[in-house]
């Protein structure tokens, strides 16, 4: 089993920044990709940004390329979302989520292939 509870969402004006974390408990940190979904009211879950266990690689939305930094901290079992540029539209609740399969360098964007999520976040933009 894994935990996951992120932290570091809030109210923004729009052009300003957040950074979310993500805390993992329950299993080894470095063996696990990484990701980070979003969910408005009424939209189903999308994809933001990825990144492998190796921290070699990742993925982000178009939306988001650009103005999003996803990173991890192996020593600190923790990953983080740096939201740079924010936008009315990226208000959501902000989803971690761990893929126990992955291998070193690889991640999904897609949620089914995730294995543990964490409880999310709420992030608002104010225009």
Known sequence: QVQLVESGGGLVQAGGSLRLSCATSGRTFRSLAMGWFR??????REFVASISWSGSLSYYA???????????DNAKNTVYL???????????VYYCAADAQAGPNYSSTYPREYDYWGQGTQVTVSS
């Not at 969910?39 to 189903?44: V, Y």
């Not at 178009?62 to 991890?72: A, D, E, L, P, Q």
């Not at 740096?82 to 959501?92: F, I, V």
């Open 62 to 72: 178009g939306s988001v390329k650009g103005r999003f930094t996803i990173s991890r």
């Open 82 to 92: 740096q939201m740079n540029s924010l936008k009315p539209e990226d208000t959501a």
């Open 39 to 44: 969910q408005a009211p009424g939209k189903e």
